[in-house]
């Protein structure tokens, strides 16, 4: 079945320092989403990306989606003690409304005020 | 904003005893899902729901669990006779029906402990 791999496990960051976190999949994806889960919190939504080599960004945070649609990256520049928590890419097979989402293994960062 | 909520929010339970899990999703989506996550891991998907059946289950949705949409609100998820491995985060997630937008919207889950 489909997996998707993120690397590294851990990230620990001094403030103000940048944060990328890398994600691949086994299979070709229609589309990926990127989650923030804070500690002890749920899955946040953060964006989408669908196109062969959409980069997308958010204030601080860069979205890339690979050429081969099998790949994303997620980089954060000038991270903030609120960037805490782990951060998950999660691929989706096909472009159905109830299609499911296969998790990678996320990416845990932590700030060193 | 609309949410998904989710009740207990901690459930202890004896090995072999039922739990039934309840989640509300936001009022206007469609589809439905239950993912688990143990401690520590990755979200695993459990299950999809759509059009009152479900759409996919993975291997881990085994005949020990169910699910139902009992009335036009609540979305449960059925543990018939747990067991110690059951013991996970539990999140329900619901989303609307767009062409373009598939972002789920988390629950912020149920912790179960199984003992």
């Known amino acids: 079945g489909q997996q998707v791999m993120q690397i590294p496990q851990y990230q620990h960051v001094q403030e103000g320092e940048d944060f990328t976190t890398y994600c691949n999949s086994s299979?070709?994806?229609?589309?990926i989403q990127w989650y923030k889960q804070r500690p002890g919190g749920h899955p946040v939504f953060l964006i989408q990306?669908?196109?062969?080599?959409e980069v997308k960004k958010q204030k601080r945070l860069t979205f890339q989606f690979g050429e081969a649609k099998k790949n994303s990256s997620l980089h954060i520049t000038a991270t903030q003690t609120t960037d805490v928590g782990t951060y998950f890419c999660?691929?989706?097979?096909?472009?159905?409304?109830?299609?499911?989402?296969?998790f990678g293994t996320g990416t845990r960062l932590t700030i060193i005020p | 904003e609309p949410e998904v909520t989710q009740t207990p929010s901690h459930q202890v339970t004896q090995m072999g005893q039922e739990v039934i899990l309840r989640c509300v999703p936001i009022?206007?989506?469609?589809?439905f899902y239950w993912y688990r996550q143990i401690l520590g891991q990755k979200v695993e998907f459990l299950v999809s729901?759509?059009?009152?059946?479900?759409?996919?289950k993975s291997e881990i949705f085994d005949d020990q669990f169910s699910v139902e949409r009992p009335d036009g609100s609540n979305f449960t998820l059925k543990i018939r006779s747990t067991k110690l491995e059951d013991s996970a985060m539990y999140f329900c997630?619901?989303?609307?029906?767009?062409?373009?937008?598939?972002?789920?919207?988390f629950g912020p889950g149920t912790r179960l402990t199984v003992t």
């Open positions: 999660a691929g989706r097979a096909s472009n159905f409304g109830n299609e499911k989402l296969t």
């Open positions: 009022s206007n989506h469609l589809y």
């Open positions: 729901f759509y059009n009152n059946e479900i759409s996919e």
């Open positions: 997630a619901s989303s609307e029906w767009d062409r373009d937008r598939y972002e789920q919207y």
């Open positions: 990306l669908v196109k062969s080599g």
């Open positions: 299979t070709t994806l229609s589309n």
